[in-house]
């Protein structure tokens, strides 16, 4: 997988996209069904854990997903994690016009995240898990995030996801390349499909379900999936 893009490299173009990813109405649009998911993944936490005061979000980006599951939890502390200054600038800025909440930004690769254990209620690691490259990188930080979550804690998964299927896949690429086109043009679709192919290496669900099942989880959800994006929930 080396033909793929270097950490360097991903937290530059980041660096430079923080607007795209500030837009609670929307969520980011390339991901379909983007709003609809920032709504189900917070109602999912509060329907799960509805006490929830400490919540980790992964390659949090300018905050969206933080920013939501504050409006319906007692959140107390939000740790934000992300590779891009930039970006856990801006999210701890929108944070702290909107909750009371204590908010730590933590600059630093998923891959070398270390929490103290059973510290959070809940995680989430919104469309940042395709950025992990190898089968092992994938055990590990889901291994990491059951460690860092108390007993009853979830971890929310949004995602661009992979099919193992080889047809399947084929026929999701076509389909999400007809969204983009729809969004934005023929330009538009061949630049997301350009920069897809290059920075992601995303995951089918059954892997990521086996992987965190493997990691220790004792329940695994499917939520959401439409064409190659599906969000799911683990419990600890
Ligand atoms: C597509 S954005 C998603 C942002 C946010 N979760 C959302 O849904 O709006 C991905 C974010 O993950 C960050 N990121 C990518 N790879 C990462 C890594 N290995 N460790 C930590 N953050 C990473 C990027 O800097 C970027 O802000």
Not at 27 to 33: K, R, V, Y
Not at 135 to 140: E, F, G, K, R, S
Not at 152 to 167: A, R, T
């Amino acid at each position: 997988m080396s033909n793929h893009a270097t950490r360097d490299e991903i937290r530059a173009r980041f660096d430079r996209d923080v607007e795209r990813f500030s837009k609670l109405e929307t969520g980011q649009t390339t991901t379909i069904d983007a709003a609809y998911v920032l709504d189900l993944i917070a109602e999912c936490a509060q329907a799960t854990v509805p006490g929830a005061t400490r919540l980790v979000d992964l390659g949090c980006g300018a905050g969206n997903f933080s920013l939501k599951l504050a409006q319906g939890l007692p959140l107390e502390s939000i740790t934000l994690v992300d590779l891009s200054r930039p970006m856990l600038d801006r999210a701890s800025e929108r944070l702290a016009e909107a909750t009371p909440a204590t908010v730590t930004a933590l600059q630093v690769d998923l891959l070398d995240l270390k929490l103290p254990p059973a510290s959070a209620d809940i995680v989430v690691a919104a469309a940042v898990l395709h950025h992990l490259r190898e089968d092992a990188d994938w055990l590990n930080v889901f291994r990491a995030i059951w460690e860092s979550l108390a007993p009853g804690g979830v971890f929310f998964i949004w995602d661009l996801i992979d099919h193992d299927w080889p047809g399947i896949r084929q026929v999701m690429a076509n389909r999400y390349s007809q969204y983009l086109e729809g969004l934005g043009g023929p330009e538009f679709r061949d630049k997301v499909n350009t920069y897809v192919a290059y920075e992601d290496t995303p995951r089918s669900v059954p892997f990521q379900m086996q992987t965190l099942t493997n990691a220790g989880f004792s329940a695994v959800e499917v939520l959401h999936k439409h064409i190659s994006f599906a969000a799911l929930a683990a419990r600890k």
